[in-house]
């Protein structure tokens, strides 16, 4: 062997135990940064900005802690209307993300979500219910919420259990007690009467009533059809809570009768291709005590259904 190149004069396993020493402190300073790294994205990662670019992570030392597990910071103080209370019934925008920045949910693109403030199934979780209580309308507020005031152990198929929650919430309006079994509704596509109290409506059995702003041509729907429909949904205080156009770009929606509310299965047999037709629904033939979405316990419902096409 060349006497340029240097060799140990220890033994081989000398030599390895040597290396060993050498090696191990820079290994395990690499495996505490990964594992650091971990911990924080479960733990107190710095998520994403919030929209004024401050922090959006856990670890924000302006937070407020308003109840145990739930903690806030407001981005802009609103103006207007008395403060949100418990049980109201709010129109805002939100983002959610979770710990490690990842984006759960979000209203950016769709309308503005409606709710009951309130736990339950047909309200929120609980850290919104604390966590949006003493906004204003215009009001932007970031939330912090402990898994126990949000998901819990159980999560959901896109939040990991146990999991912390960061939202930013937009309030965008506090809306009226509405009155759900009764109200003016909104005019209909040809300027009729939209509400509830309507003289010419017919009842078809079941509380469900009709009336046809137009009749069409060809072959009646028969129940269980499935057609091809514009509509747009409201409740008595004139409040859309789905609109065809709006979530299909404009474009019809094909459904099945068998899988719509029962006030569509009564009311929609009959018309024919063309025809346009006003459903008032009880909530027993709707979304009953429970509510759905946008549309709250116990309300009444007004269709305006135009027929496209019956059949697939």
Request: glycine share 16%; proline share 9%; with cysteine.
């Amino acid at each position: 062997m060349s006497a340029d190149i240097p060799t140990s004069s220890l033994p081989p396993s000398e030599e390895r135990r040597r290396m060993l020493r050498v090696l191990l402190p820079a290994g395990g300073i690499a495996l505490l940064i990964i594992v650091s790294a971990v911990v924080a994205g479960m733990f107190g990662g710095s998520g994403p900005k919030m929209s004024d670019g401050s922090p959006g992570g856990l670890h924000d030392p302006d937070l407020q802690e308003v109840v145990a597990g739930v903690k806030i910071r407001d981005l802009k103080v609103g103006e207007g209307s008395p403060p949100v209370q418990i049980g109201a019934r709010i129109r805002v925008h939100y983002k959610g993300w979770l710990a490690d920045g990842t984006v759960f949910d979000s209203t950016e693109g769709r309308a503005p979500f409606v709710c009951n403030l309130k736990p339950g199934m047909d309200g929120v979780i609980t850290g919104w219910v604390y966590g949006i209580q003493g906004m204003r309308p215009g009001g932007i507020r970031k939330l912090v919420i402990a898994p126990d005031k949000g998901y819990g152990n159980q999560g959901t198929d896109r939040i990991p259990p146990n999991s912390f929650l960061i939202f930013e919430v937009q309030l965008l309006e506090i809306l009226p007690s509405a009155n759900l079994a009764q109200g003016p509704g909104r005019p209909m596509s040809d300027g009729s009467d939209g509400g509830t109290e309507d003289l010419q409506l017919t009842h078809i059995g079941d509380g469900v009533r009709i009336r046809d702003l137009r009749l069409g041509e060809g072959t009646p729907v028969e129940p269980g059809a499935t057609i091809t429909v514009h509509y747009k949904g409201w409740l008595p205080d004139g409040t859309v809570f789905d609109d065809s156009r709006s979530r299909n770009r404009g474009q019809p929606m094909t459904l099945s009768l068998d899988d719509m509310i029962a006030g569509w299965r009564k009311g929609i047999p009959g018309m024919k291709p063309g025809g346009i037709r006003k459903l008032v629904i009880p909530p027993e033939m709707g979304y009953g005590a429970q509510g759905k979405g946008e549309v709250p316990p116990n309300a009444t419902l007004i269709f305006e259904v135009e027929l496209v096409k019956a059949g697939s």
